[in-house]
C-alpha cells in the first residue's frame, strides 16, 4: 500500500510515520508540509491513500480531496485532524475516514483495514473491466431502475421481492463502502426479531447475488469480516449530479444537464426510512445550488436556461415565495406580462386546491403593482 502523508505541521508527520512504519504493507512514498506540491507529485506517482490534515495553509485538506474527486484513479482519503466539527464535510468529499488526534496504533489499524477492503474491490472492478463486463447503469432519481449498459437502452433489471430491491439501493448509496451487516439489519428489519431479521437478511442476500449472476457478474456482491459491498462496475445519474453539483462555473451545456438530468427527488418512488436525509440533503443542495447561480447571474444573463432554473426551483418548492417573487419579477422584467400571470394562477391554484389558502398580501400586492405597470 503506498503511502502520503500531508501536514503543516512536522511534528504530526513524524508522529503518524512512526506509526503507520509499525504496520506491515505500508509504503510511505511522500511526507509533505507543503500541501499544494503533495497534490502536484500525484500526477507523477501511484498513491493508494492520502492521509490529510484538514487545516493547513494554502490549499487546505477540504479543497485537497474536493479536487480529487475530478481525477481518474484517485487516491482514497482519509483526514487526520484535531477537529470534530469537520466530519460532515469530509464524507461529502468521499473520505474514506477520519481520524481525530491523538491517534492510537488500534485505530489507526482499523483505517489501514479499510484501505485494504477499498483496494480489493477496486482490483475486482478492475478485472471485470477488463473482462469486458458492462457498466451497470443506476438511475435513481426520481424512480430507482438498473440496467446493464452505460445507457437506459435495454429493459431494466427485475427485483424478486421488494427487499431485494430494498438491499441493493442501500449498498449503492454507501458509495463502495462496505457496510457491517448489523447495521443492515438495523435499516432494514427493524421491526423484526434478531433471529428471524437474520434469516431474512441471509434469503435477501442468496436472492441478490442469482439477480447479480443474470447480469453476468459472479462477484458482484462480497462479504467479508460480517461486511457487505457491491463491487459491480457503476455508473449512475446521481454520480453525473455530483459532479456537476462541484463545478464553480458551470457551462450552458452543464447548466442544461443538471436541469433534466434532476428528473425528481433521490429514490422518490421508494419510501425507504434509512433514505430520507439523504434525499433532503441532495434536494437542498440542488436547490441552494440553483439559487447561488441565479443570485450570481440574474442581472446579467437571460436566457433560456436561467428561466428554466427559476421555473425548476418552483416546481420542486412550490410554496416557497422567494420563488414565486423571482420568477413573477424575471418575467416583468423581460416584458413577459402572459409569464407573470401565469405563474400568479398557477401558484394561486396550489395554495386553493391543496392548502385552502390565499396567496399572501405581498405576492398580491407585487401582483397588483405589475398589473398598474402594464
Known sequence: MRVFLVDDEELALDVLERMLN?????????????????????RTESIDVVFLDLEMGGLNGLE????????EEAPEVI???????????????????????????????????????????????????????????????KEFQVFKGDKMSAPPMRWRTKK???MFCYLWLNNEKPVNKYRILEELWADAPLDKSTVLLH????????????LGYEEGLQYMNDQYILTLPMKSDLEELRTLLRE???????????????????????????????????????????????DKNLNTLKSEIMESC???????????????????????????????????????????????????????????RFLKRE
Open 310 to 368: 427559476l421555473q425548476k426551483l418552483l416546481r420542486l418548492d412550490v410554496y416557497n415565495e422567494k420563488y414565486v417573487f423571482l420568477l413573477m419579477e424575471y418575467y416583468a422584467d423581460n416584458g413577459n406580462g402572459k409569464g407573470v400571470i401565469k405563474v400568479y394562477q398557477y401558484y394561486s391554484k396550489v395554495l386553493r386546491e391543496e392548502l385552502g389558502l390565499k396567496p399572501s398580501s405581498k405576492v398580491i400586492e407585487i401582483y397588483n
Open 64 to 71: 485537497f480531496a474536493r479536487r480529487l474527486l475530478h481525477k
Open 79 to 141: 483526514f487526520v485532524t484535531a477537529y470534530a466539527q469537520y466530519a460532515v464535510e469530509a464524507f461529502e468529499v468521499d473520505a474514506l475516514d477520519y481520524l481525530l488526534k491523538p491517534i492510537t496504533i488500534s485505530r489507526l489499524e482499523k483505517s489501514i483495514q479499510k484501505v485494504e477492503e477499498k483496494l480489493k474491490i477496486k482490483k475486482i472492478a478492475r478485472t471485470q473491466i477488463a473482462e469486458g463486463k458492462t457498466n451497470i447503469y443506476i438511475h435513481s432519481l
Open 22 to 42: 509499525r504496520i506491515e504493507n505500508v509504503q510511505i512514498v511522500g511526507k509533505y508540509m507543503d500541501s499544494q506540491k503533495a497534490f502536484d507529485d500525484l
Open 203 to 214: 434469503t435477501t442476500v442468496y436472492q441478490l447475488r442469482k439477480a447479480i449472476k443474470e
Open 164 to 166: 431485494v430491491k430494498e
Open 248 to 294: 464553480p462555473e458551470p457551462t450552458p451545456e452543464q447548466m442544461s444537464r443538471l436541469l433534466t438530468i434532476y428528473e425528481g427527488d433521490l429514490l422518490e418512488h421508494d419510501e425507504y426510512d434509512w433514505c430520507i436525509y439523504d434525499r433532503q440533503h441532495l434536494r437542498n443542495a440542488y436547490l441552494n445550488y440553483l439559487e447561488k447561480y441565479i
